[in-house]
């Protein structure tokens, strides 16, 4: 009797698990993949691989911004009013290239996408097409042809997590940068100069970041340079990598406009590369000069450079080496909007000269000499 009185409670509990699972999705949907909930629809998921395949089925825009934490601040209402058209941000932290051709050629397939805004990053070093922290398999079969395995992501341990983050304060966005970091205190405090990188006493980033620098600087006062034996078969390793997760659909889509940056990283860090990281800047200059002569082929992609902008050379406007303040993203948008810092090729070679005579000048030595003593201090 007890038995089958287990039996009968099993059942029904499970029965109202499956029955509370699928109203769930039907009158939430928390990562919004099969419908526009009915509930809980300005609450977004931090985790925009996973997120940005419902935005882009569910949500009304026809243009996109679409980068890493280089991007995650920038304003879509200020893109839409400065640019036209109507921008949704679903730019992904930490993205390489490979991982944001799976979202935007899955934008550009399912939707009329006008403008496209997207980050130049560096690291397109990382040609392994992998992240650790996001696995492919977590969020590839999305993006795919068969809308019926997109019920997979809720399988998993995570499904309860997706439902309470729908109740947190944070999680309510709206689509002008769901992830934007520039008003989280532990990021803002850093901004107005050394001083302010300095007391980020328990950062282990700003530490990391310290120690790169001071051990860089040595070098430099050694004379030592970092070269590397394959620089060439890397450099044409890169080119291949971005022909087939950028220019493929710049080709394929000729009506959609491609602005495209490289982002404006603190003058310290170009320093550091041009001072001993030679193949590293050798590389980078290579892909300046081969993304402006793509521009040059294919008339609805522009290219836009600011290193040889005097705002790099001020570490008040960045938080580390390469993550600037919310007002360069603005600047940004009004430059592209007047054709600022549009890279031709009658002014590409001027524009990496001037850089490289700003990162060449650029007293490395004289920041490194206080990380150093900050960090002797913090022992």
């Known amino acids: 009797m007890n038995a089958t009185k287990w039996v009968k409670s ?46 882009i089925k569910n949500y009304e825009f026809d243009s996109i911004i679409l980068g890493t934490s280089m991007l995650e601040n920038t304003s879509a209402v200020e893109a839409s009013n400065l640019l036209g058209g109507n921008f949704a941000n679903i730019s992904m932290s930490a993205s390489d290239y490979y991982e944001r051709n799976i979202v935007l050629s899955y934008a550009l397939k399912n939707k009329e996408i006008k403008k496209v805004i997207y980050s ?7 040609l392994e097409k992998k992240y650790i ?70 950062s282990n980033k700003i530490k990391d970041v310290f120690s790169s620098v001071v051990s860089t600087s040595e070098k430099i006062k050694k004379n030592e340079k970092i070269v590397q034996n394959d620089t060439e078969d890397l450099k044409q390793k890169i080119k291949y990598y971005i022909d087939d997760t950028i220019i493929k659909n710049v080709i394929k889509y000729p009506n959609t406009e491609f602005i495209m940056f490289f982002p404006p990283y603190s003058r310290l860090n170009y320093a550091l590369w ?72 009658e002014n590409i070679e001027s524009y990496i000269n001037i850089s490289e005579t700003k990162a060449l000048n650029y007293n490395v030595g004289y920041i490194a000499d206080r990380m150093s003593e900050y960090l002797k201090n913090k022992k």
């Open 10 to 55: 099993f059942f029904i509990l499970f029965s109202l698990s499956v029955f509370f699972f699928i109203l769930s999705i039907i009158l939430i949907d928390p990562l919004k993949v099969l419908h526009k909930p009915y509930f809980f629809k300005d609450r977004f998921n931090s985790n925009m691989r996973l997120q940005n395949a419902g935005i």
């Open 120 to 126: 130049l990053d560096s690291n397109y070093y990382n």
């Open 133 to 202: 922290n996001y696995p492919l398999e977590t969020y590839i079969y999305l993006y795919d042809e068969n809308i019926f395995n997109d019920v997979k992501v809720y399988f998993n341990n995570s499904y309860f997590k997706y439902i309470t983050t729908l109740f947190k304060k944070s999680s309510k966005k709206t689509l002008e940068y769901p992830t934007a970091w520039f008003d989280d205190k532990s990021n803002s405090i850093r901004f107005g100069g050394l001083d302010d990188w300095l007391k980020a006493e328990n």
């Open 274 to 345: 041009a001072q001993c990281d030679i193949s590293k800047y050798e590389i980078h200059k290579e892909i300046i000069r081969y993304m402006t002569e793509k521009s040059n082929q294919y008339k609805n992609l522009k290219i836009y450079g600011f290193e040889n902008d005097d705002f790099l050379d001020d570490i008040a406007n960045y938080k580390d080496l390469t993550h600037y303040h919310q007002s360069i993203n603005s600047l940004m948008l009004s430059n592209f909007k007047n054709n600022i810092g549009l890279l031709t090729n």
